[in-house]
């Protein structure tokens, strides 16, 4: 039994291989097998010939052909920009509030928005554009400098009370606790929490509208519907930027409070600015 | 050490020149390749009419748009699993067949067989049946020689060509790409998947032939799993055919092998069916066509070489009857196979048949999760993708329901409806608001339902949804 070679009929030749009586039995490859095998390997230097490959000091040999994932990116970047720039000079020279919403300029406006808006503007409006305490919600139909796309233009071009653009949209609240009396200010907060809805003292809010008509009327208007003219909110609606409780109000009122946007227009290309308006108006408060 | 090396590790192919055979099996695998070519070659030209938006091509892989169309099925990108479920059809089918019928898939229908054997129709013609084809091959270099092969090489390239170019076919429409290549209007990538498609048929159908069964193909490697000794397969009947002998060596004591070599010389791999199972076998059946005609020449009963299984050999070399090939094919194996085949097919069409013309997804935008509007109002928004599969524009009704005090409005129009150009997917943003001192915005979250309509076919669909509103803020 232990002396059993391979089977004779077969006639399969062995390698000479012999070990303790185990051979190894020879059934030959392909010969195009070996050439393939030697092709690969051809194959594989002149590979490291023509593209990035062996790791020297400072980097790898970069290879004939001159190709880098880099350059790769940069020629993608560049082929999609040529592709878009017929739209992109329409987005950049086009009536904003005439755009159709079937044009190719409107869809690359708001998709491309959606991007510099990302990029730029979710660091303070937050990446849903919901803003937060003191960073207007974009989502809303209630807007302090106007939600139509000429004004969303304007606010994003220039501004808001930044000292880098002349332009920029401008007005401050006086901060009221230097310039009512204590007794005023608490009847002023009861006034507005009266005519925005919410629970208030009601002798107290009665004492309060002359003060209002004084002092807050001017900006907020006579019955605190806001001026978008001036960024003064409508003190009417249920939106609060600082908030609208009775402690936050009176906060407000005696250190006053607004916030700074930066002028986007001396950053942004114009077509880019035009993007981020499109995107922010459709987000569901344009006007 | 022993024997010393005397063999070289590699060996250069053998040269094959299968014989011209005629019989039954080689009448059916005419049939087959006729049909199979047919099937190839015609199928991208097949024309329907599926509307002024949809390509009218009747099988169509539309790459660029993401659309597979299979007469009247199409298939969206989301929709993959349908052909996921053909990719496992035809796995267990083969798995069925291999079980059954051994590898039938190799010998009648795997385009490699299928195209080897065009070839060698081309090549019989060109130089001749097996023996002018080996002294050609034996002959020094002379101007015939060149004839005879370079007619020989383009007609297999004019053959492969037409196989590369028939391909591409399935991913455009067929007449439009077949002026745009002959005007070379097409695009690169047309011609390199031709250029590709042309060398390896040309190649693996005119030189490799054998070598990519043997040697290239997991298939044979895999199938004996599949196999079992009722697996009908070609086989010698060697109890009866042994001891073979022939000419003056006949005497009344031997088998029926007359060892004429004929099933040797008409088998496409080279090998002699007579020493047993061997990977090499593509059960192409020549062999019986070949040994059937022998036996009728000599006056002796066919099916010397024959579909065999194993678990017959006991019982006829008893000298009893083989069991018919019914009660080998129905076995448990084979019905297990069959039910679970069946099985996803009717799962496939009834998922088919289920699927709604109208295809919804609703995304509920969470970031926020609400905004209060100027009101004290709560507003919603969803992402709602809206496909209209149809061949022309649709428009479709947007509803919600779930609380009375729900109402519904869409971004960028006063409208409830929305227009779905055809064969496209919309994005729609919806609103859905509730008043601020709704149980809707009160409550933390409210169960809503979308109702889509399609205004032409009057078929709604719906999907849920959460309405989030304040809550315990």
């Not at chain 1, 007005?171 to 629970?199: K, N, R, T, W, Y």
């Not at chain 1, 109000?249 to 077509?271: H, K, S």
Request: hydrophobic residues 45%.
């Amino acid at each position: 039994m232990s002396n059993k070679k391979a089977p004779k009929e077969n006639d399969v030749g062995t390698t000479g291989h012999d070990w303790d009586g185990i051979q190894e039995l020879n059934n030959p490859l392909p010969r195009w097998w070996l050439w393939t095998f030697y092709l690969t390997i051809f194959w594989g230097v002149l590979y490291t010939v023509f593209f990035p490959a062996w790791p020297m000091i400072s980097g790898a040999t970069p290879g004939l052909l001159g190709y880098s994932t880099r350059g790769e990116v940069a020629a993608d970047i560049a082929a999609v920009d040529e592709r878009n720039a017929d739209v992109s000079a329409a987005l950049a020279s086009a009536d904003l509030a005439a755009l159709s919403r079937d044009d190719p300029a409107y869809h690359y406006g708001v998709s491309g928005g959606a991007a510099v808006f990302r990029a730029n503007c979710s660091q303070c409006h937050g990446s849903g554009a919901a803003g937060a305490l003191g960073y207007p919600n974009l989502l809303d139909d209630d807007w302090l400098w106007g939600g139509t796309l000429e004004a969303i233009e304007y606010t994003v071009r220039h501004g808001i009370r930044n000292e880098t653009d002349f332009d920029s949209r401008w007005s401050e609240m006086p901060a009221f606790a230097d310039i009512l009396e204590p007794e005023e200010s608490a009847a002023v907060v009861e006034h507005v929490l009266a005519i925005s809805g919410q629970g208030h003292d009601a002798v107290l809010a009665a004492n309060g509208a002359p003060v209002f008509a004084d002092q807050c009327a001017s900006c907020h208007g006579d019955a605190g519907l806001g001026m978008q003219d001036l960024g003064a909110p409508n003190l009417t609606d249920a939106i609060w930027l600082y908030g609208g409780s009775r402690e936050d109000i009176a906060y407000t009122v005696a250190n006053a409070r607004f916030g700074v946007m930066p002028p986007w227009g001396q950053r942004l290309e114009e077509d880019e600015i035009k993007a981020v308006t499109l995107y922010v108006h459709q987000l569901g408060g344009g006007e | 050490m022993s024997d010393a090396v005397t063999e070289s590790l590699y060996t250069a192919r053998e040269p094959i020149f299968p014989k011209t055979v005629s019989g039954r099996f080689r009448t059916l695998k005419w049939r087959l390749m006729a049909v199979t070519l047919a099937i190839y070659y015609a199928t991208p030209w097949l024309r329907l009419d599926r509307g002024p938006n949809l390509p009218d091509q009747a099988v169509l892989v539309d790459l660029a748009h993401r659309r597979f169309y299979f007469f009247w099925i199409e298939i969206w990108p989301h929709e993959f699993y349908f052909v996921a479920g053909l990719l496992i059809m035809a796995g267990l089918g083969l798995f069925l067949f291999t079980s059954a019928l051994g590898r039938v898939w190799c010998g009648y229908a795997c385009p490699q067989t299928v195209w080897t054997d065009l070839f060698l129709l081309v090549e019989r013609r060109v130089e001749g049946d097996r023996n002018a084809q080996l002294r050609l091959w034996n002959a020094p270099w002379s101007i015939r020689k060149l004839r005879l092969r370079m007619a020989k090489w383009s007609l297999w390239a004019l053959i492969a060509l037409a196989t590369g170019g028939a391909w591409v076919f399935y991913f455009a429409d067929a007449p439009t790409l077949a002026r745009d290549l002959v005007a070379f209007d097409a695009a690169p990538a047309a011609y390199i998947t031709i250029a590709i498609l042309t060398a390896t048929t040309f190649v693996l159908g005119g030189f490799m032939r054998e070598q990519v069964c043997i040697y290239m193909c997991p298939w044979p490697r895999i199938q004996a799993a599949m196999m079992d000794d009722d697996t009908l397969t070609v086989a010698y009947r060697g109890w009866r055919g042994e001891p073979r002998a022939k000419g003056k060596a006949r005497t009344d004591d031997v088998g029926d092998c007359i060892d004429c070599n004929a099933c040797v010389n008409v088998c496409p791999t080279g090998i002699d069916i007579r020493d047993g199972q061997q990977m090499a076998c593509i059960t192409c059946a020549l062999c019986i066509d070949a040994c059937d005609d022998i036996m009728g020449k000599i006056g002796k009963p066919r099916g010397l070489i024959d579909y065999l299984a194993l678990s017959d050999e006991p019982l006829e070399r008893e000298g009893m009857q083989p069991r018919p090939y019914w009660q080998h094919v129905l076995r448990l194996r084979t019905v297990i196979y069959t039910a679970l085949w069946a099985g996803f097919g009717l799962l496939l069409l009834f998922a088919l048949f289920i699927r709604a013309e109208i295809d919804v997804s609703v995304a509920p935008i969470r970031n926020p999760q609400f905004v209060t509007l100027s009101d004290g109002s709560i507003r919603n928004a969803y992402d709602i993708r809206l496909r209209n599969k149809h061949g022309e524009d649709r428009p479709f009704r947007l509803q919600v329901a779930g609380d009375l005090a729900l109402r519904i409005a869409l971004e960028g129009t006063d409208y409830e409806q929305v227009m779905v150009a055809a064969n496209e997917t919309q994005l729609q943003r919806v609103y859905v608001i509730a008043p601020g001192g709704a149980e809707p915005a009160r409550r933390d979250r409210t169960d809503i339902r979308f109702w889509i309509e399609d205004l032409v076919s009057g078929e709604r669909v719906h999907v849920d949804s959460i309405f989030n509103g304040r809550g315990l803020q």
